[in-house]
């Protein structure tokens, strides 16, 4: 087993563990700020508004949930992968230590209100130093492992761990220059239109190197793991990978169609948004096609049930995304609810998905006890994505409402609604999104209580398997 191959995987538990407690921190506060819009007294200034509260989510959720199961699960992923030990454990060791007080202080911050203004990029110079030593050494940690690796073949799985490494830190580096004038206050490097251009290829680039490329590697890996059939295609998959991170680059702009950013910058970024689908999409294919002859296993194995839901959700996605980069449309949903619709069902119901999966599958493997209860895993699986849908739907009809009142004009051209009219409108759908995310929030529970008794009462596994 894994202690006996020497793998290092006592961090591994460690990554887990947190990142679950900051999906709970992310989770529960996304329930929070969705009952503030729906109910603004709940906003209690000056910490607890909207405002504060939801640059603490969207970082706790990709950065606390997101990154920190990645960062466990590449640790686990690299060592099996390249049949080799993790490079330095203590080095792994002093990085989960790193990871928790970056994020913790990443929280504090926001609450204080110190933010740079810039979505996903909101952490103050000396917090975006530490997240910079904190990257430094986990991608030094995980190359030397791939460097030293035994076995020689690269797998789909260790390129999109590669790419997220090298993307992540180029992309970071670039959007967080700044020119400090306090402890707690900088100003960005670039101005005006350069600002909001270098801005939008760090944050779409973020979807691309933490909310795809990550869950892309885990999928390439668990889904063979867990039907325990090879995936379809290792070609497919490396082509479509290479594809998949030389179109992303471009398609930043389309965070800003319509604006003063040059024309030509937004049509390539909607031409190759477009383009993207088919990369995207030969995962989804690679996925389906190695279910040929195994679909009786979405019924029998609920880990596959997880992750080709999952990348069900990313295959619509990532048919939604590319829309709404068409100029068009983009012009009538932009700035409305349908986009947190697409939000979530890419975090929700994509990226959680797949987490799931991969937790359900390690955490027996490493703690050498079953499942605690197979009953609660299909709970979990039906209410969070019945929560997911509610909220992802709900979403779409009231930004489709929203834009469709944002555009309606009167003969002589004057605007047919004031803006607080359409916002008015906005309340029943904001009381769907709470309830989606507390059925969400609930599924949530319902998994951590499972994995919590696993690991203490479950019972030890009768022969314990190579992870
Ligand atoms: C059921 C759980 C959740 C609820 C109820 C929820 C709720 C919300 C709400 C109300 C917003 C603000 C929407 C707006 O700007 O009008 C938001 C934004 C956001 N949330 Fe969540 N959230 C949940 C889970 C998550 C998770 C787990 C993640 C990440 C892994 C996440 C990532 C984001 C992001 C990236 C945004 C910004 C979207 C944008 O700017 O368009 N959320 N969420
Ligand atoms: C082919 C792939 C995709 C394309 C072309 C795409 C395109 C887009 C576009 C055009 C927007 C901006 C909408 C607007 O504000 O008008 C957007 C927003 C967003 N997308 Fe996607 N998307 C894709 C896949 C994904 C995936 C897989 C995720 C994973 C969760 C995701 C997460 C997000 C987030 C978080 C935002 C909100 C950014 C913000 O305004 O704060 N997207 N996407």
């Keep these: ?4 191959e020497g793998y290092t995987d006592d961090v591994v538990k460690g990554f887990i563990t947190w990142s679950i407690i900051w999906g709970v921190v992310a ?46 699960f590449f640790i686990f992923i690299t060592q099996r992968l390249t049949k080799t030990r993790l490079w330095s454990p203590g080095l792994a060791r002093f990085q989960l230590y790193l990871f928790n007080v970056v994020i913790a202080l990443a929280a504090l911050t926001l609450m204080l209100g110190f933010n740079r203004s810039k979505e996903y990029a909101e952490l103050e110079w000396p917090v975006a130093l530490l997240v910079v030593v904190l990257w430094v050494i986990f991608s030094i940690n995980i190359i030397m492992t791939i460097i030293k690796r035994k076995e020689e073949q690269m797998y789909i799985s260790l390129w999109y761990i590669m790419a997220t490494l090298v993307g992540v830190a180029v992309l970071y580096l670039v959007n967080n220059a700044a020119i400090p004038i306090s402890l707690t206050k900088s100003y960005s490097a670039y101005a005006g239109a350069n600002d909001a251009n270098v801005q939008w290829w760090y944050g779409h680039n973020a979807v691309a190197m933490v909310l795809t490329t990550p869950p892309l590697a885990l999928f390439y890996y668990f889904l063979p793991k867990s039907t325990g059939v090879p995936i379809y295609s290792h070609r497919m998959g490396i082509i479509a ?9 471009w398609t930043g702009a389309h965070h800003l169609l319509w604006t003063p950013v040059p024309d030509w910058v937004q049509t390539l970024a909607m031409a190759f948004s477009v383009m993207l689908i088919a990369p995207s999409w030969a995962a989804v294919f690679n996925g389906y096609f190695s279910m040929n002859g195994q679909w009786h296993q979405m019924r029998e194995n609920y880990l596959v049930k997880f992750l080709i839901f999952g990348v069900t959700f990313y295959g619509l996605q990532t048919l939604q995304g590319p829309s709404q980069a068409v100029r068009t449309f983009s012009a009538f ?9 697409h939000v979530h069902m890419g975090t929700l119901g994509w990226v959680s998905l797949i987490l799931f999966a991969s937790i359900y599958y390690t955490v027996p493997k490493i703690y050498g006890r079953e499942i605690y209860s197979v009953g609660l895993v299909n709970l979990h699986f039906w209410l969070a994505v ?5 909220f992802s739907i709900t979403m ?4 489709i409402q929203q834009a469709a009142m944002l555009h309606a004009t009167n003969p002589d051209g004057s605007l047919h609604y004031s803006f607080m009219e359409t916002l008015v409108e906005m309340y029943p759908y904001w009381h769907g999104r709470a309830l989606g995310g507390i ?26 398997q190579k992870a």
């Design 386 to 390: 019945a929560g997911q849908l509610i």
């Design 396 to 399: 779409w009809v009231a930004g």
């Design 27 to 72: 989770v529960l506060l996304g329930v929070v700020i969705s009952l503030q819009l729906a109910f603004p007294q709940l906003n209690l200034p000056p910490y607890l508004t909207y405002g504060r509260l939801r640059p603490i989510h969207t970082n706790a959720g990709i950065f606390g949930w997101g990154i920190g199961s990645f960062m466990a």
């Design 333 to 341: 949903i932009h700035y409305t609810d349908w986009i947190p619709g």
């Design 439 to 464: 059925i969400y929030f609930a599924s949530l529970l319902i998994f951590v209580y499972n994995i919590v008794k696993t690991v203490t009462a479950g019972k030890p596994a009768a022969v314990t």
């Design 241 to 249: 990978f290479w594809s998949l991170v030389f179109m992303y680059l």
């Design 1 to 4: 087993m894994n202690q006996r």
